[in-house]
């Protein structure tokens, strides 16, 4: 029983580069979302989804990007990384309707130097 | 302002000494409040889960939210070791578009 699975679970980034972050859920949730936390900062969300093919900005959306091309799939893409955006990520989904527990992945811890 | 603000702790108490965990918000669509646990380089786990108003107990764990107040508290009792973590209180308007607002966390430690 998978639930949110990240990958990959850790990586280091020259500033400049490029890259995408992959979130896979077995659950059939309709809700994705791609979180950031930082210390003292919580998590913050950066982007979600409502459903296969949309998407929607969050608190801190800048610099980023994502695609939801398929319902299981959730992807937070990097163009040029910056120091700033040094981070742990976290993929979480979450069912349609009023009931709103989320169920998280185990992170990607991101380095960009 | 944020939308809900937590005391970021560090919060140590020793062993069996009753826990308190508290946010308060401002946004007062919210309707669905929640506690969840991090244990150290992991994801956060869903611990409560409540619906308006009221009080939640599970196990040593009592979830309280005053909507008048815009407060929620999150009790824990016979604290153990076991229990140290970050504490995050999050909550959600249930609406369509619904998106879930986390707390900053409070990090907890129980001295053995």
């Known amino acids: 029983n998978a639930g949110v699975t990240q990958t990959p679970k850790f990586r280091v980034l020259k500033t400049g580069q490029s890259m995408t972050l992959l979130c896979a859920q077995d659950m059939n949730h309709e809700y994705m979302y791609w979180y950031r936390q930082d210390p003292g900062m919580g998590l913050r969300l950066i982007h979600y989804s409502v459903g296969e093919g949309t998407t929607a900005k969050g608190e801190v959306p800048d610099g980023y990007n994502v695609s939801r091309l398929k319902k299981q799939n959730f992807l937070l893409g990097l163009e040029s990384a910056a120091p700033s955006q040094t981070s742990v990520y976290f993929c979480?989904?979450?069912?349609?309707?009023?009931?709103?527990?989320?169920?998280f992945g185990q992170g990607t811890r991101l380095t960009v130097v | 302002q944020k939308e809900v603000e937590q005391d970021p702790g560090p919060l140590s108490v020793p062993e069996g000494a009753i826990v308190s965990l508290n946010c308060t918000y401002s946004?007062?669509?919210?309707?669905?409040f929640m506690w969840y646990r991090q244990y150290s380089r992991k994801g956060p786990e869903l611990l409560m889960y409540t619906y308006s108003s009221g009080n939640k107990e599970d196990g040593r764990f009592t979830a309280q939210v005053d909507k008048s107040s815009k407060y929620i508290s999150l009790f824990i009792r016979d604290s153990q070791p076991s229990d140290s973590a970050t504490y995050l209180c999050?909550?959600?308007?249930?609406?369509?578009?619904?998106?879930?607002?986390f707390g900053s966390g409070t990090r907890l430690s129980i001295r053995p």
């Open positions: 999050a909550m959600s308007a249930g609406s369509s578009a619904s998106k879930i607002i």
């Open positions: 946004n007062s669509a919210f309707q669905y």
């Open positions: 979480a989904s979450s069912d349609l309707g009023d009931d709103t527990e989320a169920f």
